[in-house]
């Protein structure tokens, strides 16, 4: 399985761009990442997902290195409503997601 | 856009006592959904896959027995924890792709808080 490292916690002030890491070293050439967050006590909401190329949309870009072994999700103008938890997934065959710890982010005002 | 309930919220119940949750796709057709569980301060942990008219596949050290899913429709699955005792006490989640799309992209339910007392 494709495992995914994750800093445990960051910081970004209100209204600037937050960029979320992650590492997954392991992940097979036909594997997507995807990304979700988890507002407290409320199920993962979907941000965004990729393959090998750079993706956006309205609530996020992802940005893949070209060996994809890490990927970065942004989040380019955080407001406070963007604190939560937010998961990197590597999808392996049979669909299921198996999550790793993720990265709290703290929305600062 | 696609979503999925679940059924309680929040459910207390006794020890040794059985508890049903429900988790039903409300506009689209599943044909597969997923059942976690989540502790505290923790992550998800992937509990069992259900494919439609088929039996669950559970994830290794999930007591098939212990925690019995079943999907019988495109729209609903349920997972019944038996002989429920505190150590089960968590947040339950499940979620469900859509049946009709290429996307493998998992359409995560609100949650149910079980208290075991």
């Known amino acids: 399985d494709a495992k995914t490292t994750q800093p445990p916690s960051m910081d970004c002030a209100e209204g600037r761009a937050a960029n979320l890491p992650c590492n997954h070293s392991?992940?097979?050439?036909?594997?997507?990442v995807y990304w979700y967050r988890q507002i407290h006590s409320q199920g993962p909401q979907y941000i965004i997902h990729g393959l090998k190329n750079n993706e956006t949309n309205e609530m996020a870009s992802l940005i893949i290195t070209e060996d994809r072994k890490s990927s970065t999700l942004i989040l380019p103008h955080a407001t406070l409503r963007d604190t939560a938890v937010y998961y990197c997934i590597v999808l392996r065959t049979g669909n299921q997601f198996y999550f790793g710890t993720g990265t709290s982010l703290t929305v600062i005002p | 856009g696609a979503v999925v309930s679940q059924h309680p919220s929040r459910v207390i119940c006794k020890s040794g006592t059985s508890v049903k949750i429900e988790c039903r796709s409300l506009?689209?057709?599943?044909?597969?959904m997923f059942w976690y569980r989540q502790f505290p301060k923790q992550s998800l942990m992937l509990m069992a896959t259900s494919n439609e008219g088929s039996k669950a596949t559970y994830e290794q050290g999930v007591e098939k027995d212990k925690f019995l899913i079943n999907h019988a429709s495109l729209t609903l699955s349920t997972l019944t924890v038996t002989s429920a005792h505190p150590e089960d006490s968590s947040f339950y989640i499940c979620?469900?792709?859509?049946?009709?799309?290429?996307?493998?992209?998992?359409?995560f339910g609100p949650g149910t808080r079980l208290t075991v007392t």
């Open positions: 392991t992940i097979s050439g036909n594997e997507y």
């Open positions: 506009d689209f057709q599943a044909t597969t």
């Open positions: 979620s469900a792709i859509e049946g009709d799309t290429l996307s493998y992209e998992q359409y």
